[in-house]
């Protein structure tokens, strides 16, 4: 079975653009969740989504969006692009919105200049 | 109460050595506490994980040890080989909740 693939892997974007991250969860898997990661804060939960519903959302200000379709792939979004916007987003799927294993992709690398 | 504190921030064994990566948490909702394990360019991939009705959970060469009372959780890894080098992350949930609170992270380092 297939991971969760995650397009692109690396982006580079300037301070003031948007972009949006794709994530493909493992076939039959429900529920996404999105993390950002970057040396100094670690890994940080930005939301969770299942059945196309945010169920939770992470301390994260509003230019952090997200959504996900009826197949259960799920985009984010960060618009008005800061530096400390740069890191590495990391999506994770797991069977239901209540399983407690994630699995994660292998990550987008965004950096914002 | 969110936090989970990691230590030590770096390791670096004997091969054939034990690891030891300890954590500690402070909400005592928490029910689900996973450990993985981060290779350079990958992201994070699931080692084990115990829930608090046991104190240790063994596979393979990994062992979680588990201390309700001390709200504590440990990862050992014996026999420690150079593939396991890499960043280690405790990790804890509310189970039913998809959000993981991570630890800082561990970068061991397994030499020959």
């Known amino acids: 079975k297939a991971g969760v693939t995650q397009t692109p892997r690396y982006l580079i974007k300037t301070r003031g653009q948007q972009v949006t991250l794709s994530c493909s969860p493992i076939?039959?898997?429900?529920?996404v969740s999105w993390y950002q990661q970057t040396p100094g804060q670690g890994l940080q939960f930005l939301f969770e989504?299942?059945?196309?519903?945010?169920?939770n959302k992470g301390n994260f200000p509003g230019r952090f969006s997200g959504r996900q379709f009826s197949n259960s792939r799920s985009e984010m979004n960060v618009s008005t692009l800061e530096l400390g916007d740069s890191a590495l987003y990391l999506c994770a799927s797991s069977i239901t919105d209540i399983a407690d294993t994630q699995y994660f992709g292998p990550g987008t690398r965004l950096t914002v200049l | 109460q969110q936090q989970v504190k990691q230590s030590p921030q770096s390791l670096i064994v004997q091969k054939g050595g034990i690891s030891i990566i300890n954590c500690a948490y402070e909400?005592?909702?928490?029910?689900?506490f996973p450990w993985y394990q981060q290779f350079p360019g990958k992201g994070p991939a699931l080692l084990i994980a115990i829930r608090p009705d046991v104190s240790e959970k063994k596979e393979g060469r990994f062992t979680i040890s588990f201390n309700k009372s001390a709200k504590q959780f440990s990862l050992h890894i014996m026999d420690s080989q150079p593939g396991d080098s890499a960043t280690y992350f405790c990790?804890?949930?509310?189970?039913?909740?998809?959000?993981?609170?991570f630890g800082t992270g561990t970068r061991l380092l397994v030499s020959p």
């Open positions: 989504y299942f059945s196309e519903t945010q169920r």
């Open positions: 909400n005592t909702a928490f029910d689900y």
């Open positions: 076939s039959g898997h429900r529920s």
């Open positions: 990790a804890a949930s509310r189970s039913g909740f998809q959000k993981l609170v």
